[in-house]
């Protein structure tokens, strides 16, 4: 007797959403992709390095990442960044913050005010961070730029904007600045959007235990 054939399964379709296209597909939750949303200065540093070797607008972009890290920008509040906002000569950045932020007015230190004042020089017109037609940068171009700057620093996880912001809020919060102060700095209208830098930094449990 014939072996009786065992039964093709059939084959699996897309899904089709109703208007007849094939849905995208399901974006990644960042918990799968990194096991955190904040980068180390130590990280900081490498992609600084990294921004600053590639393509031919290095300065512009390290300069770029320098300030975001360091004044804590959104990504939309750093490509809005006009140079009538910032006074080289007194080193001072008045923060224009987005989402119902409160502004404030930042020092600059020494590297920053190399970096603006050569990003003066190279890219004349009203805005900080500007394409060479003189217009700002687009918030996708910056997304671009520094996951790149990721990968040629070799980091293990893809990084975005984003997380030098929050590496701005816990290194402050690490080096021991009181919330409220951190808040200011931040422009968070919600103290709690604060806490959670400070509730998060390794120095609290310093001394929990002695050998």
Same mark, same amino acid.
């Given at each position: 007797?014939?072996?009786?054939?065992?039964?093709?399964?059939?084959? $699996?379709?897309?899904?089709?959403?109703?208007? #007849?296209?094939?849905?995208?597909?399901?974006?990644?939750? %960042?918990?799968?992709?990194?096991?955190?949303?904040?980068? &180390?200065?130590?990280?900081?540093?490498?992609?600084?390095?990294?921004?600053?070797?590639?393509?031919?607008?290095?300065?512009?972009?390290?300069? +770029?990442?320098? @300030?975001?890290?360091?004044?804590?920008?959104?990504?939309?509040?750093?490509?809005?960044?006009?140079?009538?906002?910032?006074?080289?000569?007194?080193?001072?950045?008045?923060? %224009?913050?987005?989402?119902?932020?409160?502004?404030?007015?930042?020092? +600059?230190?020494?590297?920053? +005010?190399?970096?603006?004042? *050569? @990003?003066?020089?190279?890219?004349?017109?009203?805005?900080?961070?500007? &394409?060479?037609?003189? #217009?700002?940068?687009? &918030?996708?171009?910056?997304?671009?730029?520094?996951?790149?700057? #990721?990968?040629?620093?070799? +980091?293990?996880?893809?990084?975005?904007?984003?997380?030098?912001?929050?590496?701005?809020?816990?290194?402050?919060? %690490?080096?021991?600045?009181?919330?409220?102060? @951190?808040? *200011?700095? @931040?422009?968070?209208? %919600?103290?709690?959007? &604060?806490?959670?830098?400070?509730?998060?930094?390794?120095? $609290?449990?310093?001394?929990?235990?002695?050998?």
């Amino acid at each position: 007797m014939r072996a009786k054939s065992k039964p093709v399964p059939p084959k $699996r379709r897309s899904p089709i959403a109703e208007n #007849g296209k094939v849905p995208p597909p399901k974006r990644v939750p %960042n918990s799968e992709r990194r096991t955190r949303e904040h980068l &180390t200065p130590a990280e900081v540093e490498k992609i600084l390095k990294a921004a600053g070797q590639v393509g031919r607008h290095g300065s512009r972009d390290a300069t +770029l990442i320098m @300030l975001m890290y360091r004044h804590g920008f959104r990504v939309s509040e750093v490509v809005a960044l006009r140079w009538d906002q910032i006074d080289l000569k007194q080193g001072l950045l008045h923060v %224009n913050r987005l989402k119902n932020g409160v502004p404030s007015t930042h020092p +600059l230190r020494g590297p920053e +005010l190399r970096g603006l004042r *050569q @990003l003066q020089r190279d890219y004349p017109g009203a805005y900080v961070f500007a &394409t060479e037609r003189g #217009g700002p940068m687009t &918030t996708a171009t910056v997304r671009k730029m520094i996951a790149r700057a #990721g990968e040629v620093a070799k +980091l293990a996880f893809p990084i975005h904007p984003h997380m030098l912001r929050h590496a701005c809020g816990y290194k402050l919060a %690490n080096d021991g600045h009181d919330t409220r102060s @951190l808040q *200011q700095y @931040l422009g968070h209208k %919600n103290i709690q959007h &604060t806490v959670r830098y400070t509730e998060l930094a390794p120095d $609290r449990f310093k001394n929990f235990w002695r050998d």
